[in-house]
């Protein structure tokens, strides 16, 4: 069983409403289908969503690294020599959700070789996930609507509510609205992708004191470095290191250096082989983790349930798996579908990864 070809498609499928944080907006999921297929027959998927303003990727680019440098270097090893297969994907620097993409292809085929789910073979710890849904930026009211459409329709009892405008106050303002709008049963946590200063974040903090936040997420810099580290010295909730936290060697350092206190695992960047080194690591040293959304389409959320569920201190916490619902289609042939606050895991062998042939033909960008 050797990797005979690998395919990296973009698609393009528009958002019924923009999803618009800090540090960008996103309106059309340009993503990258990665298909990973084998001399005897089986094909291993994943997606690859570009993120240029947190990782430097564009969808170009990732087809471009896939098809010019890591696919060269890994056609003919075996699935199950990943750990050659990442030597010599890290020969590249950066890259992250193209190098993601093949690894989570990779564990698809590993699972189909072997006849049992992925998420068996990364842990098996259960099989759902309670679901934590992001709000981005809109007007305080369109905020509470959204929120209260997703807990009616779906059942979603955990949001993080993005923040990092100016003036910090507004984002104040819509916070206390939806904790006044949702009652104090629902779980609240806030996200600023690095839109703050470290002392808007610290009055942010303060004046939200009596809103029994969760967690905070990157409120501001990493790279404001003693900044962060005042700000996170005081603040009343673990502060989640996300996009400063993308590799094992990052969540080390931002731990360490006082700069977090809990993790964002995504799996749309670390994809199934890292994601498990830093949730070892998160474990090892008594840190919290939350499964991270990189908006990841259904595909992505797939991989990120499968990987979630899979172990015990990740499927702990509703996990960020709701983005996909803004989207006005998918490749999937049967939807993932949000019940009860709850997703699951696909049963079946490998990742449960279906495409209907009709949508790609639709929404692929190279044909
Ligand atoms: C998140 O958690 O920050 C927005 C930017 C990004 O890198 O990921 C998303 C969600
Ligand atoms: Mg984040």
Redesign the pocket.
Same mark, same amino acid.
């Not at 991270?292 to 908006?295: L, Y």
């Given at each position: 069983m050797n990797i005979a070809k690998i395919e990296a498609i973009p698609f393009a499928i528009p958002y019924r409403k923009p999803l618009k944080?800090a *540090? #960008?907006e996103v309106h059309t999921a340009e993503h990258v289908l990665v298909r990973v297929h084998t001399d005897d027959g089986l094909t291993g998927m994943a997606e690859a969503p570009p993120?240029p303003?947190?990782y430097g990727e564009t969808q170009e680019s990732i087809v471009a690294v896939i098809d010019k440098i890591f696919a060269p270097q890994i056609l003919g090893l075996s699935p199950l020599e990943r750990e050659v297969v990442h030597a010599r994907l890290d020969r590249t620097v950066g890259n992250p959700t193209a190098k993601a993409a093949l690894d989570m292809a990779l564990w698809d085929i590993l699972g189909q070789a072997a006849g049992v789910p992925v998420s068996g073979l990364l842990g098996g710890y259960t099989d759902r996930m309670r679901v934590s849904h992001?709000v981005g930026f809109a007007p305080a009211g369109q905020m509470v609507a959204e929120a209260e459409r997703i807990r009616d329709v779906h059942g979603i009892s955990t949001f993080?509510v993005k923040v990092g405008r100016r003036p910090y106050t507004n984002d104040v303002d819509a916070c206390r609205a939806l904790r006044e709008a949702l009652g104090p049963q629902v779980e609240l946590y806030i996200?600023g992708?690095r839109g703050w200063t470290a002392s808007e974040s610290a009055r942010a903090l303060r004046e939200m004191a009596d809103l029994g936040l969760t967690f905070a997420?990157?409120l501001c810099p990493a790279d404001d470095v003693l900044g962060r580290r005042w700000l996170v010295r005081q603040s009343p909730v673990p502060f989640i290191a996300?996009?400063s936290a993308t590799q094992a060697a990052e969540v080390t350092r931002e731990l360490l250096g006082g700069s977090a206190t809990a993790i *964002?695992i995504k799996t749309a960047r670390t994809g199934f082989t890292a994601s498990q080194r830093v949730l070892h690591q998160c474990e090892g040293l008594g840190v919290e983790m939350v499964m #991270?959304?990189?908006?990841d389409g259904q595909i992505g959320t797939l991989c990120a349930v499968a990987f979630g569920g899979a172990h015990r201190s990740t499927a702990r916490r509703a996990g960020?798996l709701s983005n996909f619902l803004d989207m006005t289609d998918d490749l999937l042939t049967e939807p993932l579908s949000i019940e009860d606050g709850t997703l699951r895991i696909r049963e079946g062998a490998g990742l449960g990864i279906d495409i209907d042939p009709d949508k790609l033909a639709r929404y692929r960008q190279d044909a």
């Open positions: 944080f *540090s #960008g993120r303003y947190t992001m993080k996200d992708n997420e990157e996300d996009e *964002s #991270g959304n990189q908006i960020e």
